[in-house]
């Protein structure tokens, strides 16, 4: 099956005619994008766009031989006019199944919001699905065998993503591509990395692509430290690297804090952005659960797991920390280190970063500002992508 994407952007394209966002103003060249229209075999076109005919044209493809125009959701954009020679555009009703003449078999799909997806299979077998912007499978759904391909909104729906994952339907070698791509996810790199880590990727308006053909599908890092400043955006990224997934377990190191609201207006803006599937555990014995088996982890963060395994050791006093307390952390933070390195999860780990302005004005405080940089340091090396949060920006350190 012949796969030609005629445009890969949200349905009022990217850039937005006159909007004046830095994603916007970035989009020029491959980070421009039409509205996402999909053309397959030459026969089915998924979504019809203005410029639709041309689109196809400069992708060196016609519409001369579609037999069949399906939509996915309504058109509130600029207006379309219908290409001569072009059937009538429709839409299919959720679960209902069409047979075209050139052989492939297409199944409407409910969504959770207005719109209608599509499962196109070919005469030869190649299974694929389109869902419409902003919409993830509606209701429960049974296992199914994988996909060979998935075009939806990774952007704006990850949760539709971790959905077909946890029913089968997008496996190791489904290729999941992102399209209805808006002004909210900043193009070129930061883009990229975003899709990678969800085990998605996109592509430029024009591009084609066979549809179950073995493609190498590079692997999202294993194990992912992210640092950064105060409020710099490094939970958020966190977060994001994993909300394709189901059944993440969230480590919060943090714990509890009896009377402190401040405190619980954090923990509590963090519950609220986090899929509804995660499950949370607050410990600090995370070296067990690397060594364990199961879903990946999200371990927020590194500088309060040192405070808690400063406080067990007693080094926050300078006589206990010369004669015990020192050697206690070397052991526990090793531990933590080797369990990083020998686990087989996917882990992201947030951590703080210290000690580039003020020097601390106490003992105490100078050797934790040290003893996380030591840990830093360690946990990084162990790690596959290491990423640096800055003022919301996400640099690639390592990976």
């Known amino acids: 099956m012949e ?35 999909l053309l397959v075999d030459g026969a089915l076109l998924l979504d019809l766009t203005p410029g639709a005919a041309l689109a196809a044209a400069r992708a060196g493809r016609t519409l001369t031989g579609v037999r069949q125009v399906l939509l996915t959701h309504p058109h509130d954009g ?26 492939h078999r297409v199944r409407a799909v409910a ?3 207005p719109g209608t997806g599509y499962e196109v299979a070919s005469p030869e077998g190649a299974r694929m699905l389109y869902l419409p912007p902003g919409g993830a499978p509606a209701g429960p759904a049974a296992r199914q065998r994988p996909y060979d391909l998935v075009a939806l909104d990774v952007t704006g729906r990850p949760d539709a993503l971790a959905r077909l994952r946890a029913v089968g339907a997008v496996g190791a070698e489904t290729d999941v591509l992102a399209v209805h791509l808006d ?16 085990g998605a990727r996109a592509v430029p308006d024009g591009t084609t692509l066979t549809v179950g053909a073995y493609r190498e599908v590079p692997a999202p890092p294993r ?9 710099s955006g490094k939970s958020l990224e966190a977060e994001r690297r994993l909300e394709a997934y189901p059944d993440v377990v969230y480590v919060a190191t943090g714990g509890g804090r009896d009377g ?28 067990e659960l690397l060594a364990a088996d199961g879903p990946p982890l999200l371990v927020d963060c590194l500088s309060l797991w040192l405070t808690d395994a400063m406080d067990r050791v007693g080094a926050w006093d300078d006589g206990t920390w010369a ?40 003992a105490a405080g100078r050797r934790f500002r040290d003893e996380l940089g030591r840990l830093n340091a360690a946990f990084a090396d162990e790690c596959e992508q290491v990423l640096l949060a800055v003022s919301g920006q996400v640099l690639v350190v390592r990976g």
């Open 111 to 113: 969504m959770d919001a």
């Open 223 to 231: 194990r992912t430290l992210v640092t950064g400043g105060a409020r």
């Open 78 to 103: 600029p207006p379309v006019e219908l290409p001569a020679g072009l059937p009538t555009a429709g839409r299919v009703p959720d679960g209902r199944e069409l047979t075209l003449i050139s052989g």
């Open 3 to 37: 796969l030609t994407l005629l445009g890969t952007g949200a349905p009022a394209g990217l850039p937005r005619p006159g909007c004046p966002c830095a994603a916007c103003a970035t989009a020029r060249g491959p980070y421009a994008r039409s509205a996402a229209s």
């Open 323 to 362: 004669r015990t307390g020192e050697k206690a952390l070397r052991e526990r933070v090793a531990e933590l280190v080797a369990a990083v390195r020998a686990t087989r999860r996917t882990v992201v780990a947030v951590t703080n970063e210290v000690g580039s302005g003020v020097v601390p004005a106490t």
């Open 260 to 287: 402190d609201a401040e405190w619980a207006a954090r923990v509590g803006a963090h519950r609220e952005r986090r899929p509804a599937s995660w499950r949370t555990e607050e410990t600090c014995e995370v070296a």
């Open 183 to 198: 002004h909210d996810a900043a193009p070129g790199p930061a883009l990229d990395r975003r899709l990678g880590a969800a």
